[in-house]
């Protein structure tokens, strides 16, 4: 009869008493009863390789023991080896995920067309790949994606990223100085370009629920992500509104959820509130996902609407009510929110706290876009 007990260690100490070595990874401990005795055995696995140790214990270990013990902490060393291997692969948000690969293969493909190894990458073949970028009209922010792709590839191979030397540096400085960063956002959609897009909505199902996520994005600040992700059971009724709570978010990977409030609006037609209820009630939305997909025969499935089909109803609002679709994306409720507070005079603190943005960089921006003609000097000069 054998037992085998299993123990994963991360002392110092080395394999048997006083033995000068460094401290197994694992411990597999084997008791034993035959007729010649009953003893014990500690195998101990360091570097791939399961050791004996019988120091202070009785001698006489069948050779069944030990291959039982040694067979447990494999088992059990694989089975950790896979856990890691998820929870690594977790490390990312998919969008992330999606967005590295994507660069990734970019890079991968340039190279290969000039016989160039990817892997380790050369800082001189980086350097090239973003000059032939930059000349290829490429913008910034591609640009730096890219570089990101690049560094993680290296990182997760265990090698030395070539973005962060000096070659690469001095490149991407001056790249960045010669066709400049400023970004091309998408356009607000401000409290007045809201309201004709939810009048412009079609009557029956598609058109409700599309009103639930417009006034519902726009009053939460919501990323597309977020919206798209809230469940019934993140949504709580109050007596001054609605509290939605958000699990995931770009800026928290971890989970720890943040609360946005939803209060009533002053006008029944764009009241985040009213909507969302109408919505669940015509739905029949009791459980699970709050915005699903609606098929061509006009019924509601169990799936999540996609983040990118936040995008296409808002263009095709857009649309609808003669605006550009261009110029509009799924950002465009959660800008819109924060430009439209800063015109009203809402503070940087109370804007940051809806739209839950850590640095003030970017909430500054939509401030002082929001702010052009609200104090403007040249408004007042009587010109």
Same mark, same amino acid.
Not at 348 to 353: G, T, W
């Given at each position: 009869?054998?037992?085998?007990?299993?123990?994963?260690?991360d002392?110092d100490?080395?394999?048997?008493?006083?033995?000068?070595?460094?401290?197994?990874?694992?411990v597999?401990?084997a008791?034993w009863?035959?007729?010649?005795? !009953?003893?014990?055995?500690?195998?101990?696995?360091?570097?791939?390789?399961?050791?004996?140790?019988?120091?202070?214990? !009785?001698?006489?270990?069948?050779?069944?023991?030990?291959?039982? =013990?040694?067979?447990?902490?494999?088992?059990?060393?694989?089975?950790?080896?896979?856990?890691?291997?998820?929870?690594?692969?977790?490390?990312?948000?998919?969008?992330?995920?999606?967005?590295?690969?994507?660069?990734?293969?970019?890079?991968?493909?340039?190279?290969?067309?000039?016989?160039?190894?990817?892997?380790?990458?050369?800082?001189?073949?980086?350097?090239?790949?973003?000059?032939?970028?930059?000349?290829?009209?490429?913008?910034?922010?591609?640009?730096?994606?890219?570089l990101?792709?690049?560094?993680?590839?290296?990182?997760?191979?265990?090698?030395?990223?070539?973005?962060?030397?000096?070659?690469?540096?001095?490149?991407?400085?001056?790249?960045?100085?010669?066709?400049? !960063?400023?970004?091309?956002?998408?356009?607000?959609?401000v409290?007045?370009?809201?309201?004709?897009?939810?009048?412009?909505?079609?009557?029956?199902?598609?058109?409700?629920?599309?009103?639930?996520?417009?006034?519902?994005?726009?009053?939460?600040?919501?990323?597309?992500?977020?919206?798209?992700?809230?469940?019934?059971?993140?949504?709580?009724?109050?007596?001054?509104?609605?509290?939605?709570?958000?699990?995931?978010?770009?800026?928290?990977?971890?989970?720890?959820?943040? =609360?946005?409030?939803?209060?009533?609006?002053?006008?029944?037609?764009?009241?985040?509130?009213?909507?969302? =209820?109408?919505?669940?009630?015509?739905?029949a939305?009791?459980?699970?996902?709050?915005?699903?997909?609606?098929?061509?025969?006009?019924?509601?499935?169990?799936?999540?609407?996609?983040?990118?089909?936040?995008?296409?109803?808002?263009?095709?609002?857009?649309?609808?009510?003669?605006?550009?679709?261009?110029?509009?994306?799924?950002?465009?409720?959660?800008?819109?929110?924060?430009?439209?507070?800063?015109?009203?005079?809402?503070?940087?603190?109370?804007?940051m706290?809806?739209?839950?943005?850590?640095?003030?960089?970017?909430?500054?921006r939509?401030?002082?876009?929001?702010?052009?003609?609200?104090?403007?000097?040249?408004?007042?000069?009587?010109?």
């Amino acid at each position: 009869m054998i037992d085998i007990i299993f123990d994963a260690t991360d002392g110092d100490r080395g394999v048997g008493g006083g033995h000068d070595e460094e401290a197994p990874s694992a411990v597999v401990s084997a008791t034993w009863s035959s007729p010649g005795g !009953t003893g014990a055995l500690a195998a101990y696995v360091g570097d791939g390789a399961a050791r004996r140790d019988t120091d202070g214990l !009785t001698s006489g270990a069948p050779d069944e023991a030990v291959a039982l =013990a040694a067979a447990e902490v494999r088992r059990q060393l694989g089975r950790a080896a896979v856990a890691a291997r998820d929870y690594a692969a977790r490390a990312k948000a998919p969008n992330t995920l999606r967005a590295y690969r994507a660069d990734w293969a970019d890079f991968a493909a340039w190279c290969a067309r000039y016989d160039l190894p990817a892997l380790p990458a050369a800082p001189a073949t980086v350097a090239l790949y973003l000059a032939a970028l930059a000349d290829g009209g490429r913008k910034a922010s591609t640009l730096q994606r890219r570089l990101s792709a690049i560094s993680q590839a290296h990182q997760v191979a265990g090698l030395d990223t070539p973005t962060r030397e000096a070659l690469v540096r001095l490149t991407w400085a001056g790249i960045r100085r010669t066709i400049g !960063t400023a970004q091309d956002g998408k356009a607000p959609l401000v409290t007045a370009d809201l309201r004709r897009l939810v009048a412009a909505l079609p009557e029956g199902l598609p058109g409700v629920r599309d009103r639930a996520l417009l006034l519902v994005g726009f009053a939460g600040a919501f990323r597309r992500a977020e919206l798209v992700g809230l469940d019934v059971a993140d949504v709580r009724a109050t007596r001054d509104g609605l509290i939605a709570t958000i699990r995931h978010s770009k800026t928290d990977q971890e989970g720890q959820g943040r =609360a946005v409030g939803l209060p009533y609006g002053s006008h029944p037609a764009t009241c985040s509130v009213r909507a969302l =209820a109408d919505w669940r009630d015509a739905g029949a939305i009791a459980a699970g996902p709050l915005f699903r997909r609606i098929d061509r025969h006009g019924n509601v499935g169990a799936a999540r609407l996609s983040d990118r089909a936040v995008a296409l109803i808002v263009q095709r609002a857009a649309a609808a009510a003669g605006l550009d679709p261009a110029d509009y994306a799924g950002h465009s409720l959660r800008s819109g929110l924060a430009t439209a507070a800063a015109q009203a005079g809402v503070s940087e603190r109370a804007i940051m706290a809806q739209t839950g943005h850590r640095a003030v960089t970017m909430v500054r921006r939509y401030i002082r876009d929001g702010s052009l003609f609200r104090e403007n000097a040249a408004a007042s000069v009587g010109l």
